[in-house]
């Protein structure tokens, strides 16, 4: 299996312009998750998807930030403008079933964001 | 809400020594629980889970840990610690009820292995 793929790997950008990321998640899978992970917060739940359809958004920071799943198989987060508190790892991961039933969750290697 | 709390930000233990890393959990319902492994530059890996069959739970790599609800913990043990070992260790977990379907994690714990 494929698992989770992620792109860009590491993506550095200036203050104010706009960053998408990727993610494509393992085949079959209904749930897809957008973690970010800092040095200061650790990992945080940015929003989850089922079956297409965003479920829960409350761990989106601001408005800057969007995420779609325009099908099963991709999804973006997008941030407009980039800002350098937003410099973080961010991960998607999907799952069949949900963590709640105690399905695990694959995570993708990660977009490493950097913005100065 | 659920949480979790990794004790020890920073394990050091020596090469064949025995590694516990702690996890102690907050939920008001039954949790499933996971250890994630992250090596370097890279995502997380599931080392191990629990969900509500045996309590003691063997994962990949020679780690296994132990729910104890009287206890609300889920150390995670290795009996000899191998160079490879080192890396960031997660503890999360899920409950019904929780709110979001995803996981929360600890803040992580970055296990040395000394030679």
């Known amino acids: 299996d494929a698992g989770v793929i992620q792109s860009p790997r590491h993506e550095v950008t200036e203050m104010g312009q706009e960053v998408t990321l990727r993610c494509k998640p393992i085949?079959?899978?209904?749930?897809l998750f957008w973690y970010r992970q800092t040095m200061m917060r650790g990992l945080e739940l940015l929003i989850y998807?089922?079956?297409?359809?965003?479920?829960?958004d409350s761990g989106m920071p601001e408005d800057r930030f969007s995420a779609k799943m325009p099908n099963a198989s991709f999804s973006t987060l997008k941030i407009q403008p980039s800002e350098p508190r937003d410099s973080a790892v961010y991960f998607c991961?999907?799952?069949?079933?949900?963590?709640?039933?105690?399905?695990?969750?694959?995570f993708g290697e990660g977009s490493w964001l950097t913005v100065v | 809400a659920q949480s979790v709390t990794q004790l020890g930000s920073h394990v050091s233990v020596s090469e064949g020594a025995l590694v516990l890393l702690r996890c102690n959990y907050s939920?008001?319902?039954?949790?499933?629980l996971f250890w994630y492994v992250q090596y370097p530059n890279q995502g997380l890996q599931l080392l191990l889970k629990?969900?509500?069959?045996?309590?003691l739970v063997k994962g990949i790599n020679g780690f296994e840990a132990e729910f104890k609800k009287s206890e609300t913990s889920f150390h995670l043990t290795k009996p000899s610690a191998h160079m490879s070992d080192a890396a960031e260790y997660f503890c999360?977990?899920?409950?019904?009820?929780?709110?979001?379907?995803?996981?929360?994690f600890g803040k992580g714990t970055h296990l040395i292995i000394q030679p």
């Open positions: 991961a999907s799952s069949l079933g949900g963590g709640l039933s105690g399905n695990t969750i694959y």
């Open positions: 085949s079959g899978h209904d749930y």
């Open positions: 998807f089922n079956n297409n359809v965003p479920i829960d």
């Open positions: 939920s008001s319902v039954p949790p499933y």
């Open positions: 629990y969900t509500s069959a045996a309590t």
């Open positions: 999360a977990v899920s409950a019904p009820g929780g709110g979001a379907d995803g996981l929360t």
